[in-house]
Every structure is written in structure tokens, then in C-alpha cells.
């Protein structure tokens, strides 16, 4: 079984211009989450998407935005970049929308912003 | 913001030897979880412990909760150079189960 797949690996970009991400989820999983994690910290939430709604937001601009499509996949777009937008971005999928059994995570895309 | 802390930042071990990290969080929550990661790629799910729950094993992996400190630990017994990561906890909280909140992480190394 493919696991969580997350599009693409590494990607760098120029401060204003936008970007989009892409993560396909577990077969039969709902629920897809968008983290930032900054070089040396934790991950942080960004959104948390389950049958196609979002259910929760973290503390980042509107800059930030996200959907999930028919299929469960999702995307994050990042609008007007910023130099410290730069960090990995994980999504994760689990088959309920309350984190009470475990995350499975993507490997991650790294954005660079120069 | 992170959640909690853990303690130590960075720990390095020999091969062999058991690793324990602690992590510290902030509010009631309904479950604790352990998370690896490998040099800043995905992370991997260790080990989930509720907040009714003292005590959890899997294999190698051993995790304790004290709700009323706030706090849990992770040993990893007998450990080995593939363990050396990073390690995080993350937090389910009560009143807001859509996320979880990750501490700041502890680095192990185990050396050969």
C-alpha cells in the first residue's frame, strides 16, 4: 500500500511569487493535516481538512490556504511568499478527523524561499 | 507556538545503552504521542499513550504519563545506531482534537 505521497520534494521560490502543494493521503484515510516545520522546531498545524470541510486552522496569515478534492488528496497554497515561509511542509492523513489515533506522515516538501 | 519543551535538546549515547527523553506540555489533553524523524523527513508514529493511561510498551519503546506534572518520558532501551533521530511528542488537547502540538524535539545520536 502507497503511504502518505507529498508533491514535490523540493521546490524553490522567489519572495512574492505563490506556491501550491500537493499530498495524496492513505487509501481510505478522510482526513488530511498541513504542517510547517522550521529548520530546528516542532511541526506547527496549519489546517486540518476531513471530507472535503475544513475543520481546524492554526495561527498562520491568510496567506495560507487549502482544500481537499473528491479523491481526499489536498493542496496548500502559499500566496505572496515571504523568506521565512522557507521551512518543510508535512502532510498527514489519518481515517478520522480527531487526532486520537496517530498520524501517518508524507516525507515532506521542502520550499525554499529566496 | 510548541506546546511543551523536551528535555534534553540533543543527547548522545553509545550502542547499547538506553536513551530517555522527557517532554513537558501545558494543558489537559486526551491522548500523548511520540513521533522519530530522520534527518528532516517525514515523521514516523512511535507510540500513542491517553491521558488515562500511566504507562505503554512496544518493543524496544517505553512511555510514562503523569498528568498531574504535565509531563511524559521516552525510554528507548538497548539502543542502536538506526535509532539516532529525532524525537517529538505531540499533544492532543482537550477542546481540540482537530491538531496536534509538537514540543521543540530531543536529538539522539547513538554511536556505534
Known amino acids: 500500500d502507497a503511504g502518505v505521497t507529498q508533491s514535490p520534494t523540493h521546490l524553490i521560490k522567489t519572495r512574492g511569487q505563490h506556491v501550491t502543494l500537493r499530498c495524496s493521503p492513505i487509501s481510505g484515510h478522510k482526513s488530511v493535516s498541513w504542517y510547517q516545520q522550521v529548520l530546528g522546531q516542532g511541526p506547527q498545524f496549519i489546517f486540518q481538512y476531513y471530507e472535503k470541510e475544513e475543520r481546524g486552522r492554526g495561527n498562520f496569515p491568510d496567506r495560507f490556504s487549502a482544500r481537499q478534492f473528491p479523491n481526499y488528496s489536498s493542496e496548500l497554497n502559499v500566496n505572496a511568499l515571504l523568506l521565512g515561509d522557507s521551512a518543510l511542509y508535512l502532510c498527514a492523513s489519518s481515517p478520522q478527523k480527531q487526532a486520537s489515533y496517530g498520524y501517518t506522515f508524507g516525507s515532506g516538501t521542502r520550499l525554499t524561499v529566496v | 507556538s510548541q506546546q511543551g519543551e523536551e528535555d534534553p535538546q540533543a543527547l548522545s549515547i553509545q550502542e547499547g545503552e538506553n536513551a530517555t527523553m522527557n517532554c513537558s506540555y501545558k494543558t489537559s489533553i486526551n491522548n500523548l504521542q511520540w513521533y522519530r524523524q530522520n534527518s528532516g523527513r517525514g515523521l514516523v508514529h512511535l507510540i500513542l499513550?491517553?491521558?488515562?493511561?500511566r504507562e505503554k510498551h512496544s518493543g524496544r519503546l517505553r512511555v510514562t504519563l503523569d498528568t498531574s506534572k504535565k509531563s511524559s518520558s521516552l525510554l528507548i532501551t538497548a539502543s542502536r545506531a538506526a535509532d539516532t533521530a529525532s524525537y517529538f511528542c505531540a499533544t492532543d488537547a482537550t477542546g481540540s482534537a482537530r491538531q496536534l502540538t509538537f514540543g521543540s524535539g530531543t536529538q539522539l545520536t547513538v554511536l556505534p
Open positions: 499513550i491517553r491521558s488515562n493511561e
